[in-house]
Nanobody, 120 residues
Framework: QVQLVESGGGLVQSGGSLRLSCAAS????????MGWYRQAPGKQRELVAR???????QYTDSVEGRFTISRDNANNTVYLQMNTLKPEDTAVYYC??????????????WGQGTQVTVSS
């Protein structure tokens, strides 16, 4: 079993910054990719950013240039630095990891979610 533990959410004013962290632990052989998704009330969950083991990143257009995803492969941790936050960034942010477990099967895991609220 694999667990993803998120931290760093909270309330911030428009234009402010937050940093999210997500640490993976458990029966991990390797992690193919890690990412952040978000879900606002009444909307579908959407990709925010992803990073693969080699460091290749992708971002949704609305956060390009404001958010930066990074990864500590040695500690199975992914970060999301969010700058110049806007009220429309308000959502529950979920960590995601595509994990090859110690029995060499690849599974998709999710964190419990952390609330990010940006006030105008």
């Amino acid at each position: 079993q694999v667990q993803l533990v998120e931290s760093g959410g909270g309330l911030v004013q428009s234009g402010g910054s937050l940093r999210l962290s997500c640490a993976a632990s458990g029966s991990i052989f390797s992690i193919t990719s890690m990412g952040w998704y978000r879900q606002a009330p009444g909307k579908q969950r959407e990709l925010v950013a992803r990073i693969n083991k080699g460091g290749f990143t992708q971002y949704t257009d609305s956060v390009e240039g404001r958010f930066t995803i990074s990864r500590d492969n040695a500690n199975n941790t992914v970060y999301l630095q969010m700058n110049t936050l806007k009220p429309e960034d308000t959502a529950v942010y979920y960590c995601n990891a595509l994990v090859v477990t110690t029995v060499l099967w690849e599974y998709d895991y999710w964190g419990q979610g952390t609330q990010v609220t940006v006030s105008s």
